[in-house]
Structures are given as C-alpha cells and as structure tokens.
C-alpha cells in the first residue's frame, strides 16, 4: 500500500462517521442522516479506489497476492456493494451490518499493512487504534452517562408530578416527553461509538498480539454493556416502551456500566 498513515487515519476517521449515521438511520429512520452517511461512504470508497489503482497500474501488483492486499480489495468490494444496495434498494438493515464487517475488515488490513510498510510508524498507527480503542469506549460512557441523568430526572419529574409534590421548581426540568426523547437519543449514539470502539479493541490485541483474554472480566463486561444497551434498542423500538419502564431499565444498565468500569477493571488482568 502506498498510501500514508494520514490517508489511513482519514479514511477511519470519515468510515467511522459513516457508520454512527448509518445506525441512527437504523433506528430513526432519518433520510437526511442516511444521505450524509453515504456521501461519506462514497468518499471511503473513492480513496480505497484510488489505492488499489495506484497498486494494481502503478506498482504493477493486483492486489490479492497477500493477506493483506486481499484483506483491502474483500473490504472495497463490500463497501461498493453496500453503496449499490443502499442506493438502489434501500435496505438499511444490510446495508449497516455490512459495513460494520467491512469496516472491520479494513481495519484488520490497513493495521497489517502499517506495522509491513511503515516500521517505526507502523507501531505507532497500531498504537494509536488502542489509543481510539479507550477514547471511543469512554466517549460512549459520557453519553450514557447524560441518558442516564436525563432518565433519573424523568423519574425524579414524574414522581412529583404524580405527588404533586415541588411544583414551585419542576419548571426547571424539561417536559417528560422531551427528557425520554432525549434519553434515547443519546444512547442512540452511544451504542455505535461504543461497538466501533470493541472492534478497534479487538483489533489491536490481534494485531499487536498482545496477551488478550477473550474470559477476561473487563472483556465480558464491556460485552454485556453493548448487549444490555442494545437491549434498551429493542425494547424501546419493538415493544414501545416509554417513558417510567424504559427510565427504570436505563438507571439499571448504568449501574451495570459503572460495575464495568470500577470493579471489573479492577479484576481485570488484561485492562488497567
């Protein structure tokens, strides 16, 4: 691969913003989110085909000979399929899933092409995919965080509106309505960063082969906090819950997240 290190962090940089529009398209069904989404898809795209033209007519090397190459044209050719189905078809379901793997895919292939091509800067790009790996599972707690706080003041609300208790100060909070809106919204976000941020994770322990434990306390924790969070999703979206019940299940899901993040690091004899 020719390309620099940059063009490679630029490339995940814009996937990565692809696929968090993608999934609150998945979710909201937003055809404005769904348009950006693709344009910067077709961007990912464009620079992966400029990529494999400068290999295969410049370099004289068709891209399937190694892994690695073959790792990036498998990804290019998801990618372009998903383009062509969210274009013609508009599956949402497809298309999202399919760039998720992609997405992993060119991620594995970008990380082994950088510790072949660039050496010293090669270790550096892998130790960077740790260093996005923690600030997009941290950037997904902080929005978890604030849903919860939003669904703790939903709780809060609706229990003195039923008391008809502190009705001189309530005005302080927003309308039920708009904290439960808000409260999903934000785990909307949420939920991507956070699965972006395992495969980045994944990601690096393969490729730096570093002593990963898929049993490990924190690895399993931080697991069942995307399912419980995915959970949340589909109650919300499949069975209608609102408002009380789905506030109640957010309050749990963060403590779980916070046992996650104190006590299972703690145990953890891969993570700090």
């Known amino acids: 691969m020719f390309a620099a290190k940059w063009i490679y ?12 529009g993608y999934f609150i398209d998945f979710i909201k069904s937003n055809s404005r989110v769904n348009k950006i989404s693709f344009y910067l898809l ?27 190459d073959g790792l990036f044209f498998y ?5 372009l399929f998903s383009l062509l189905i969210n274009h013609f078809f508009q599956i949402h379901f497809i298309v999202f899933f399919t760039n998720l793997f992609s997405f992993f895919i060119l991620l594995l292939s970008l990380s082994l092409s950088a510790q072949t091509a660039f050496h010293d800067q090669g270790s550096e790009f892998v130790h960077e995919i740790l260093i996005i790996h923690i600030t997009l599972a941290l950037l997904s707690y902080g929005f978890f965080t604030l849903s919860f ?9 609706y229990y003195f509106l039923k008391e008809k208790k502190g009705l001189k100060w309530m005005w302080r909070f927003a309308d039920l309505e708009r904290l439960d809106s808000y409260s999903f919204f934000l785990i909307i976000i949420g939920v991507p960063l956070l699965l972006i941020g395992l495969i980045f994770g994944l990601v ?3 490729v730096a082969q570093a002593e990963f434990y898929w049993l490990d306390v924190k690895t399993v924790g931080s697991i069942l906090v995307l399912v419980v969070y995915i959970v949340y999703l589909l109650l ?7 408002g009380k019940p789905i506030s109640i299940y957010n309050t749990c899901a963060f403590l ?7 006590l299972f690091s703690s145990l953890s004899e891969f993570h700090f």
């Not at 990529?51 to 399937?64: A, D, G, S």
């Open 9 to 20: 962090e630029i490339m995940l940089f814009i996937y990565s913003l692809s696929l968090v």
């Open 75 to 79: 990804a290019w050719i998801l990618l």
């Open 204 to 206: 690096w322990a393969y």
């Open 256 to 262: 779980g997240l916070l046992i996650n993040f104190f």
């Open 149 to 157: 706080t939003l669904a703790l003041m939903y709780l809060i609300q």
């Open 42 to 68: 077709c961007l990912v795209w464009f620079i992966q085909t400029i990529i494999l033209y400068n290999q295969t007519f410049i370099e004289k090397n068709f891209p399937i000979l190694t892994l690695n």
């Open 236 to 242: 919300r979206m499949l069975k209608g819950y609102r």
